[in-house]
Antibody
Framework: QVQLVQSGAEVKKPGSSVKVSCQAS????????INWVRQAPGQGLEWMGG????????NYAESFQDRVTITADESSNTVYMEIISLRSEDTALYYC??????????????WGQGTLVTVSS | DIVMTQSPDSLAVSLGERATINCKSS????????????LVWYQQKPGQPPRVLIY???TRESGVPDRFSGSGSGTDFTLTISSLQAEDVAVYYC?????????FGQGTKVEIK
């Protein structure tokens, strides 16, 4: 059973960048889409984008494509999500989640535990 | 982008009573080639990531109690909890996976009356 383990909480200054990792155990990530979903405090879920490592294919939501980069390291079964030019509105819980089947048209299961990113001066 | 709209935003139901959550999509989620509705329901409890309850609009995930059921097709979908239990207090989200960007409903908070 694949499990996704994310890196720990981060506190960042406005204008800086953050890179969050998501490592899979119990299985490989390369054939499935690994997606990133943002949840601002007390708010709902927002899909940011994802990557299908085996095809080196990335897909971003329009509102994130200018500041977000998603990459994968197949050797370590890890996917990364970097946000640049952080602002206070980026304070949120960031989840990685695997698409259950190949391709983009999937529900998300499993999910990582979430990484809290706090942007504050 | 496909817009997902849930109703109500919150509801309070007595223990053992029925809870019904609606989800409406701005586009048809029934794919002609598969004859399946590309809609999933998640449950999220405080401090936890979402958990899959129902996929393909009406297929219950393994291990999910049978008091949870999904119905609907096309643009209108419903999640029903037939007899609310204390452990069902959570926020419920629908999500379409017909096309990217994947989009979620705004969530429905279920509480005990």
């Amino acid at each position: 059973q694949v499990q996704l383990v994310q890196s720990g909480a981060e506190v960042k200054k406005p204008g800086s960048s953050v890179k969050v990792s998501c490592q899979a155990s119990g299985g490989t990530i390369i054939g499935n889409a690994i997606n990133w979903v943002r949840q601002a405090p007390g708010q709902g879920l927002e899909w940011m984008g994802g990557i299908i490592p085996i095809f080196d294919q990335v897909n971003y939501a329009e509102s994130f494509q200018d500041r977000v980069t998603i990459t994968a390291d197949e050797s370590s079964n890890t996917v990364y999500m970097e946000i640049i030019s952080l602002r206070s509105e980026d304070t949120a819980l960031y989840y990685c989640a695997r698409g259950l089947h190949s391709g983009w048209n999937n529900w998300l299961d499993p999910w990582g535990q979430g990484t809290l990113v706090t942007v504050s001066s | 982008d496909i817009v997902m709209t849930q109703s109500p935003d919150s509801l309070a139901v007595s223990l053992g009573e029925r809870a019904t959550i609606n989800c409406k999509s701005s586009q048809n989620l029934l794919h002609s080639s598969t004859n399946k509705n590309y809609l999933v329901w998640y449950q999220q409890k405080p401090g936890q990531p979402p958990r899959v309850l129902i996929y393909w609009a009406s297929t219950r995930e393994s291990g999910v109690p049978d008091r949870f059921s999904g119905s609907g097709s096309g643009t209108d979908f419903t999640l029903t909890i037939s007899s609310l239990q204390a452990e069902d207090v959570a926020v419920y989200y629908c999500q379409q996976y017909y096309s990217t960007p994947l989009t979620f409903g705004q969530g429905t908070k279920v509480e005990i009356k």
